[in-house]
């Protein structure tokens, strides 16, 4: 990518903007140990689960663990979890807003690109004020087939009316890097998670630790 080619900015949501996967794995912990024995481990979380969505991981809990449990059940125990922990205590990533405030300084396009549900978006960046920052959101309910499926990167290069070679892309998982690389999209990975950074080396154009690593990227680029 040349340094004018940039044309917009497709952010994930979780674990790249919002530091939500402690809040998902607080909330998921209780429910596997009560209802089915298991015991999982943040970094158990962030190995296996994180930046998948319920279905697939659903499915990861039948085949790995032979844990008899349905979409439905695991549904209505996260999400009256997630209701009495308040989504609205899940805070920003470092340099979340700043990153966003530089890149339309600039006047680079930016949209967001989450397996999530427009209710935790709404929720979660409304309450921090960050919604106007972006032009259109792609969410798990617009799509068939979530990441690591290319179909929400395809979606939002649709929406945007631009190029692959125009748009870059920020995760901080396998799954999604997977989903915009599939997409023909480059791909700046951020994570200081140790097992995620190191199945992130082979697949992601760029790794940094945070967002201010970004920020010092896109400054290079754009001058």
């Not at 949501?13 to 912990?29: C, K, M, Q, R, V």
């Not at 009495?84 to 600039?106: I, T, W």
């Given at each position: 990518m040349t340094t004018h080619s940039l044309k917009a900015v497709?952010?994930?949501?979780?674990?790249?903007?919002?530091?939500?996967?402690?809040?998902?794995?607080?909330?998921?912990?209780?429910?596997?140990?009560?209802?089915?024995?298991?015991?999982?481990?943040?970094?158990d979380w962030i190995r296996e689960f994180a930046g998948h969505t319920l279905v697939r991981n659903v499915e990861y809990l039948r085949e790995k663990y032979q844990i008899d449990t349905t979409e439905e059940y695991m549904w209505k125990r996260t999400r009256e979890a997630y209701s009495?922990?308040?989504?609205?205590?899940?805070?920003?990533?470092?340099?979340?807003?700043?990153?966003?405030?530089?890149?339309?300084?600039?006047g680079i396009r930016i949209a967001l690109v989450t397996s999530s549900y427009q209710?935790?978006?709404?929720?979660?960046?409304?309450?921090?004020?960050?919604?106007?920052?972006?032009?259109f959101f792609v969410t798990r309910e617009q799509v068939q087939k979530a990441k690591p499926d290319a179909e929400p990167y395809l979606l939002a290069l649709s929406k945007l009316g631009l190029s692959a070679k125009e748009v870059i892309a920020i995760e901080d998982t396998i799954t999604g890097t997977t989903a915009a690389k599939l997409a023909g999209l480059q791909c700046i990975a951020v994570s200081k998670h140790a097992t995620e950074r190191e199945r992130l080396?082979?697949?992601?154009?760029?790794?940094?630790?945070?967002?201010?690593?970004?920020?010092?990227?896109f400054k290079a680029q754009l001058h």
């Open positions: 497709l952010f994930d949501l979780d674990g790249t903007l919002i530091d939500s996967e402690y809040f998902y794995f607080s909330n998921w912990a209780p429910i596997l140990k009560d209802s089915f024995g298991l015991i999982i481990s943040f970094e009495k922990s308040s989504m609205l205590s899940v805070n920003l990533m470092p340099y979340a807003k700043d990153v966003l405030g530089y890149l339309r300084e600039k209710t935790t978006v709404d929720a979660v960046l409304g309450n921090h004020g960050l919604m106007d920052y972006f032009e080396e082979s697949k992601a154009d760029f790794l940094y630790q945070d967002l201010n690593e970004v920020i010092e990227y």
